[in-house]
């Protein structure tokens, strides 16, 4: 418990922890960076990484006047490749170790959810994966589930970096330009639990309705039938 308080803790406060870790760490802070980014992305089972609120925070402290270690440009360069390649590493894991899952020794994924995997890719792969970028937890999914209904690596990749530049883009620099007003750096929490509520909220109506429109398709017993 002490554990996930302190992940909590450091999640909703990561402006404080960040410029905290770059007085401690100096120019490694990159590289801590990076390997969050990357694992973020690229690991299926750690979704509960920070990702948006990181991006944002670090971008924030770059403006700060008093210190030189962090550049935002530095750091969204990094960033996106550290996003990139860890949807790639996704991609491959969920290739060659996704399908696998579905052999039938795990009784509730079925084969049958790996071909409509395919062909939702097929028809809607690009933009599912530009637009998963900005979606916590569904971002982590995303390439692993794409490299499961084997969707093609050159269509997959064009998104990937397209999606991963933007993704990194949009909160780092943001995060220059609007972490140090005071609003922001008095609500920042607030900031952090919106970064990850809102990007999910369609995703959750779009879950609801397919549920939903998939209850009303079952057929019903009728009476005889069930005498």
């Known amino acids: 418990m002490d554990i996930i308080m302190s992940v909590v803790d450091f999640i909703l406060h990561m402006d404080v922890h960040l410029a905290q870790m770059v007085t401690d760490f100096g120019f490694w802070t990159y590289l801590i960076l990076f390997v969050v ?64 899952a579905f052999s039938g020794n795990i009784r509730f994924l079925k084969k049958e959810y790996l071909i409509r995997t395919q062909e939702f890719y097929d ?27 084997k969707m093609r690596y050159k269509y997959f990749i064009t998104y990937n970096v397209i999606g991963g530049i933007s993704w990194t883009a949009a909160f780092v620099f943001l995060g220059y330009f609007f972490g140090q007003v005071p609003f922001v750096k008095d609500h920042f929490s607030l900031l952090v639990i919106a970064l990850v509520l809102i990007p999910g909220i369609p995703a959750i109506i779009e879950f609801l309705k397919t549920r939903s429109h998939g209850k009303k398709q079952e057929p019903v017993q009728s009476q005889d039938e069930s005498i």
Do not use: C
Request: overall charge neutral; proline content about 8%.
């Open 37 to 100: 980014i990357f694992i973020e992305t690229g690991l299926v089972f750690t979704p509960f990484l920070p990702g948006d609120s990181l991006l944002f925070a670090a971008g924030a402290i770059s403006a700060l006047p008093e210190q030189t270690t962090l550049q935002p440009v530095l750091i969204f360069v990094l960033m996106a490749t550290a996003a990139i390649l860890g949807d790639t590493a996704n991609y491959w894991i969920g290739h060659y170790i996704g399908p696998r």
């Open 123 to 149: 028809k809607h792969g690009g933009i599912t994966i530009f637009l998963a970028r900005f979606i916590p937890i569904i971002r982590t999914f995303a390439p692993f589930v794409a490299g499961i209904g």
